[in-house]
């Protein structure tokens, strides 16, 4: 049973547009999210977090949507670029589970020069 | 500053043999994590460690793996009798208390 899904195994973007990436999850306790990208052989790197009493976050080209009513959360990466190619995992947690980050199965973006 | 150290890179055992993993926290850092990854799934939440106490192991499987982060030392996670489906990239991640994890380049283990 999936806590946390990335419906979309992979996405095509041509450079300069926007990538949307998006992350349902099914557990309401969940109120810390997390998006990570995931080069090959190296370990994931954090990209931005959003806490469930905001619905917006934004860092630079990156900005965290959070719908809690619809347990639905998106990356937006605006303008995309080549070296956005990766894997991108979002996460989640909640309070009462400590740290114990449960993962999507990612989304792998490919950014079309 | 020297970011999570994941080592060996890569690991080959045969099957029943031990595989042994090491992380070395971040600096700082008092928390350890243990995630697992197979062949096109995402990352799984194996372990979560503070110094000499395992404070989450609700991802561990209940034979054969168990983990540690000693006083001193890097964390280990230790896999007894391994077999062809513990084949996995496992990534170590660590933090300071209620704040974004970092991770490690993680060890890839090949069980052949």
């Known amino acids: 049973d999936q806590q946390v899904k990335q419906n979309s195994p992979s996405l095509s973007v041509q450079e300069g547009r926007i990538s949307i990436l998006n992350c349902d999850y099914t557990?309401?306790?969940?109120?810390?999210f997390l998006w990570y990208k995931k080069y090959p052989a190296e370990g994931p790197t954090f990209l931005i977090s959003i806490s469930s009493i905001k619905d917006k976050n934004e860092d630079g080209r990156f900005t965290v949507f959070l719908n809690k009513s619809a347990k639905h959360l998106s990356l937006h990466i605006v303008p995309s670029q080549p070296g956005d190619s990766a894997v991108y995992f979002c996460?989640?947690?909640?309070?009462?589970?400590?740290?114990?980050?449960?993962f999507g199965p990612g989304t792998r973006l490919s950014v079309l020069p | 500053n020297a970011g999570v150290m994941q080592n060996p890179r890569h690991l080959v055992r045969r099957r029943g043999q031990e595989a042994r993993l090491r992380c070395s926290p971040m600096k700082g850092h008092s928390h350890v994590y243990w995630y697992r990854q197979l062949p096109e799934e995402g990352l799984k939440f194996m372990v979560y460690?503070?110094?000499?106490?395992?404070?989450?192991e609700s991802g561990m499987p209940k034979e054969r793996f168990s983990a540690e982060f000693p006083k001193e030392g890097p964390s280990i996670l230790r896999i007894q009798q391994v077999v062809r489906g513990d084949s996995a990239a496992y990534f170590c991640?660590?933090?300071?208390?209620?704040?974004?994890?970092?991770f490690g380049p993680g060890t890839r283990l090949t069980v052949t």
């Open positions: 557990n309401s306790m969940f109120d810390y």
């Open positions: 996460a989640a947690s909640a309070e009462n589970y400590g740290q114990n980050f449960v």
């Open positions: 991640a660590s933090s300071p208390l209620g704040a974004e994890q970092y």
């Open positions: 460690l503070q110094k000499e106490n395992i404070i989450d």
